[in-house]
């Protein structure tokens, strides 16, 4: 199994994932297997959406 390279990056993750469900209305807990798979890839896609703006900015 790979090593983890910045162990603290998987609760600030998971509290990343669990902001931007919030903002879009989708209903993340511990089980989310009752959530259809277009609202989990939307929360995924507007993750990766902050994380691609927040590198942007970054680079001006």
Same mark, same amino acid.
């Given at each position: 199994?790979?090593?983890?390279?910045?162990?603290?990056? $998987? +609760?600030?993750?998971?509290?990343?994932?669990?902001? /931007?469900a919030?903002?879009?209305?989708?209903?993340?807990?511990?089980?989310?297997g009752?959530?259809?798979? $277009? +609202?989990?890839?939307?929360?995924?896609?507007?993750? /990766?959406?902050?994380?691609?703006q927040?590198?942007?900015?970054?680079?001006?």
């Amino acid at each position: 199994m790979a090593q983890k390279l910045v162990p603290e990056a $998987k +609760q600030g993750l998971a509290n990343f994932k669990n902001e /931007v469900a919030g903002e879009l209305g989708v209903p993340f807990k511990d089980y989310n297997g009752d959530l259809t798979s $277009k +609202q989990c890839g939307s929360v995924g896609g507007e993750m /990766v959406k902050k994380m691609v703006q927040q590198y942007e900015s970054s680079l001006k």
